[in-house]
């Protein structure tokens, strides 16, 4: 089961989001467990604040300390191991393999959720989270970065997805993007599915595969290709496909 925490000041964009489709199934099977927690329950004040401006001036409100510390103590009172997970566009980017290390991760999975200016530095000196980006972008919460962060884990979590090889053969599981797919009916307005795919010939199906998703990483992300995991044989027809691009 992949176990998680997501600390929020929004638990309203959260769970609509945990009741629909694939993270659906995951929760109702037992392999998905997503505990939301409304920041503004572990205020003191009679006005729940959570933010407040910052010193020294600027705009904007900054996320206050003390009740990220104490949900992060509540959750940690549960007894179970913690790995803390700060949303921040100044984090390391979230890549596959981080996808696949959160979907095997025994410790529950606390997504801290920034916003507006940001938390508290204290936040980050006191509970030295991970901080994780989804992309050099800035975003109004770290909400939408946390969800993004279990849809992807979750995949990798077996029995959640129909076909355990799905997850295996998508864009970023590798080096390469994926292969196009086709389904039902076989030609539309004159445009028609490449034949091998009906062939039976599982073999030349594969080869075909493998091909197209060279092509379509070259094609669409071929920086991807610089990088270590490519097998002597995607080198090969690598330079091949490049020889016949010239």
């Given at each position: 089961m992949m176990k998680c925490d997501v600390v929020t000041l929004f638990p309203e964009m959260i769970h609509p989001v945990l009741a629909q489709s694939m993270l659906k199934r995951a929760r109702d099977k037992g392999l998905l467990d997503v505990r939301v927690h409304d920041l503004r329950d572990f205020t003191e004040d009679?006005?729940?604040?959570?933010?407040?401006?910052?010193?020294?001036?600027?705009?904007?409100?900054?996320?206050?300390?003390?009740?990220?510390?104490?949900?992060?103590?509540?959750?940690?009172?549960?007894?179970e191991p913690l790995r803390l997970i700060l949303t921040s566009p100044q984090g390391r980017p979230f890549t596959q393999q981080l996808a696949f290390e959160f979907g095997g991760e025994t410790r529950r999975l606390v997504f801290i959720c920034g916003r507006y200016e940001g938390v508290d530095e204290r936040v980050r000196e006191g509970l030295d989270p991970e901080e994780v980006s989804i992309g050099d972008y800035v975003l109004t919460g770290g909400e939408l970065p946390a969800l993004v962060m279990i849809d992807a884990a979750v995949r990798w979590v077996p029995g959640v997805l129909g076909d355990p090889e799905s997850a295996k053969e998508d864009s970023f599981a590798g080096t390469l993007l994926d292969y196009p797919h086709y389904t039902r009916p076989a030609t539309v307005r004159g445009l028609a599915i490449p034949e091998v795919l009906t062939s039976g010939n599982h073999e030349a199906i594969r080869d075909w595969r493998r091909k197209q998703a060279l092509l379509n990483t070259l094609k669409k992300r071929p920086d991807l290709l610089e990088k270590p995991g490519c097998t002597d044989e995607e080198r090969k027809r690598l330079e091949e496909l490049n020889s016949k691009r010239k």
């Open positions: 009679k006005h729940r604040t959570a933010d407040d401006h910052p010193y020294g001036g600027g705009a904007g409100m900054v996320l206050k300390p003390e009740p990220i510390f104490r949900a992060v103590d509540a959750i940690r009172a549960g007894g």
